[in-house]
């Protein structure tokens, strides 16, 4: 069974077809980073040694304030890409959108070499304690959800950027769902942030 494409709301959701599609999306990587959450607390809490604070756990907190802030600034232009399609001022969107990249891209380039520094400078590796090994493995796979937006926006940005001109209304519902989706990335990165480099 093939559900069409609408950019009217369902009768019976109240929700185009996308927006439902991505909200369920978003509710199954709920339960993904909430199942690393939940790991993250039990080991924790199960290990006396656990390395807390600023100066016992060898992460580099200014890089993942500047993070931080790369972030929440790639939220704001994603929000005025599509108040300007909104505005029909599809010029203006493409610019908010570049903005979005180039911010997000910023994020992987400033966490690589913070990486690189762990593993490098300090010899820190996944497998040298819990808390390593769960840092590694969120933030590498916040940092696959970066690039997998990236990608999305890159697509609209160019091969898909076609379908502004054909289906203006079908193009901005796209660019809100990717939104949602980029609000949700900027979000888990809000909770990563305190737990694994400040508590």
Do not use: Q
Request: aromatic residues 18%; glycine residues 10%; hydrophobic residues 50%.
């Amino acid at each position: 069974m093939e559900i069409p494409y609408s950019v009217k709301p369902h009768p019976v959701t109240g929700l185009a077809n996308a927006k439902l599609g991505i909200w369920t999306f978003l509710a199954s990587e709920v339960m993904l980073f909430g199942g690393f959450f939940s790991a993250y607390i039990l080991l924790r809490t199960g290990d006396p040694d656990w390395p807390r604070g600023l100066a016992n756990n060898g992460l580099d907190v200014k890089l993942a304030t500047f993070n931080t802030v790369l972030l929440i600034a790639s939220s704001v232009t994603v929000v005025m890409a599509w108040a300007a399609l909104k505005m029909n001022d599809f010029a203006k969107c493409k610019k908010y959108l570049w903005a979005t990249v180039a911010l997000a891209a910023g994020f992987l380039v400033v966490k690589f070499f913070e990486y690189k520094a762990e593993i490098v400078g300090h010899g820190i590796y996944p497998s040298t304690h819990n808390f390593y090994g769960i840092y590694f493995t969120m933030t590498g796979l916040h940092g696959l959800h970066i690039l997998g937006g990236i990608a999305v926006f890159v697509y609209f940005l160019t091969f898909g950027a076609s379908m502004w001109k054909d289906e203006p209304e079908r193009y901005s519902g796209r660019i809100e769902c990717v939104g949602l989706y980029w609000h949700f990335v900027d979000i888990v990165w809000i909770f990563l942030f305190p737990a694994l480099y400040l508590l």
